[in-house]
């Protein structure tokens, strides 16, 4: 049986399992997406999420990378208001039970809430 905020992929996307649909034995799974912020004009995007209901054959367990507190990172996904693909940063926050749990700060400061799957570590 799959768990809450258990990381699982659908139709080749990542997705996490938000929660259990008893009533239909499906699960309402989130998928990350990005949006224009916050204007349809600009080139900034914003990471949020989509939700879809799936059977349990629908989906497969993965397991996500996962970093520690003050690790350095390259982040690969794409450009949001405040993070550009290619930048490196530190993680200075972790939420485990969000689709984005880790908050990631670059160098000038700036910093916005990322998936582990848009991260590859650094190692000196």
């Known amino acids: 049986m799959l768990e809450k905020n258990q990381w699982v992929l659908y139709n080749g ?18 998928i990350p997406c990005e949006y224009d912020w916050p204007y349809k004009d600009t080139i900034h995007k914003h990471m949020g999420s989509t939700h879809k209901q799936v059977q349990p054959c629908e989906v ?8 520690q507190h003050g690790q350095r990172v390259l982040y690969t996904g ?18 485990n039970e969000s689709l984005y749990p880790y908050g990631l700060q670059t160098e000038e400061k700036q910093g916005d809430f990322v998936s582990p799957f848009n991260l590859q570590p650094i190692d000196y």
């Open 13 to 30: 996307e990542v997705a996490r399992i938000d929660r259990y649909l008893a009533y239909s034995n499906q699960y309402l799974i989130l």
């Open 60 to 67: 497969k367990p993965i397991q996500a990378p996962i970093f």
């Open 78 to 95: 794409s450009d949001t208001k405040y993070i550009q693909t290619g930048v490196v940063g530190i993680i200075n926050y972790i939420d």
